[in-house]
């Protein structure tokens, strides 16, 4: 399905207890399904839905054609009774290939999934949270195949936070003096491309990772065990504090930050969590008080993507591939196209574009129209509509 705005509650599907084989219990989770969907429940998020069969992902990124099976099953008894609920599925494991048999409308098994090509790039779900160097280039080519490989056969989901990662402004943008123009950056790059975009709780009012000191403060589970393997292998406590900041993933976990209130005004309670210390100066109600704050960029970026089916149905075309700074591609609709230029780094680098264009959004209030730039400033992101 060619997905425009969807804005439905949604529900979260997990499974670590059934036994698909069961046909009784598959039959029971289809009425808990239908139940939610009665209810007006219209967006569904299904976890780790390519663990259903034990080892299905095999060798050689091959696939159980059993997942498929009961994909199918699933969605003719549920999704598929109804022509307005979104499925996407967190398939860990997949590839491309993979992605466009679970997305492939005419297979009739998920609207999209969330995979995490782009997101193991840098290491930050390894295993041993070992920094992974990598750059720009590279960045441009994994996401430049997901755009044009599902192009007109699945649908793409979008996405730089989720609840397993480090926050994406600390991560690759600035969180420092550029927070705001890095932040803004990093969600027109992501709004301007083909597919479904996500935007994670506090991702929308730019909030960055935590700069706790001690491992208590950092509860999740998964983190305490690196914290004990990584002192085991030889990491002194100030290496593995200093890893455990960049990557845990506690840091997408503290509470929202609603005001600069006690505990952001999350709770007046013990929140599980810490708080973030820079609540007061990042908050909701700070973001909705500055008509220049991340969030109404967000806004912005979102009323483009109901305005103009360009920014929906596009086609994209990556430009300047081996640039190490800028981010540079176009969608084109028909005769209409728009030019999304980004630069990835807080240096100031040259551009000129001969075409005429103007800027339907920016994170510069002084950006000139297209044929009359001649640089990009630190983080600046521009959308053109081309003439």
Not at 163 to 182: A, E, F, K, Q, T
Not at 286 to 306: C, G, M, N, T, W
Not at 309 to 321: N, W
Request: glycine share 6%.
């Amino acid at each position: 399905p060619q997905v425009k705005e969807y804005y439905y509650h949604t529900f979260s599907i997990q499974q670590p207890d059934l036994n698909w084989k069961n046909e009784n219990m598959r039959q029971e989770l289809y009425a808990m399904i239908r139940f939610w969907m009665d209810k007006g429940i219209r967006g569904f998020r299904l976890d780790a839905i390519d663990n259903i069969v034990k080892d299905g992902h095999g060798g050689n990124d091959q696939q159980s054609p059993q997942i498929h099976t009961y994909l199918q099953e699933m969605t003719k008894n549920t999704f598929g009774l109804r022509n307005d609920v979104l499925t996407v599925g967190e398939t860990g494991g997949t590839t491309l290939e993979m992605a466009k048999e679970y997305s492939n409308p005419e297979r009739k098994e998920l609207d999209m999934v969330f995979q995490f090509k782009l997101m193991d790039i840098d290491g930050v779900r390894s295993g041993n949270w070992e920094p992974k160097a990598y750059t720009l280039p590279q960045l441009k080519t994994i996401m430049a195949s997901w755009q044009t490989g599902l192009d007109e056969i699945g649908w793409n989901s979008l996405f730089w936070n989720n609840h397993d990662l480090p926050r994406i402004v600390s991560r690759w943008g600035n969180d420092g003096d550029y927070r705001v123009l890095s932040a803004k950056m990093l969600a027109t790059l992501l709004h301007g491309m083909k597919g479904t975009p996500y935007i994670y709780q506090g991702e929308e009012i730019g909030m960055t990772n935590v700069p706790f000191q001690t491992i208590d403060e950092f509860p999740d589970i998964e983190t305490q065990n690196i914290y004990q393997e990584r002192l085991k292998a030889g990491f002194t406590e100030e290496e593995t504090m200093y890893a455990i900041r960049a990557k845990a993933r506690d840091n997408a976990r503290t509470p929202m930050q609603w005001n600069a209130e006690k505990n952001a005004g999350f709770t007046e309670g013990i929140p599980w969590y810490r708080v973030n210390p820079n609540y007061k100066e990042i908050n909701v109600e700070q973001a909705l008080a500055d008509p220049e704050s991340v969030f109404y960029h967000y806004q912005k970026l979102i009323q483009l993507r109901k305005e103009h089916e360009v920014m929906v149905y596009g086609t994209y075309q990556l430009l300047f591939p081996e640039d190490e700074d800028l981010y540079i591609y176009t969608r084109t609709l028909e005769e209409e196209k728009w030019l999304i230029v980004c630069n990835f780094h807080e240096k100031t680098r040259k551009l000129q574009c001969k075409r005429a264009g103007q800027v339907m959004l920016s994170n510069y209030a002084d950006t000139p129209a297209a044929e009359k730039i001649t640089e990009l400033r630190p983080y600046e992101a521009v959308i053109y509509q081309m003439e």
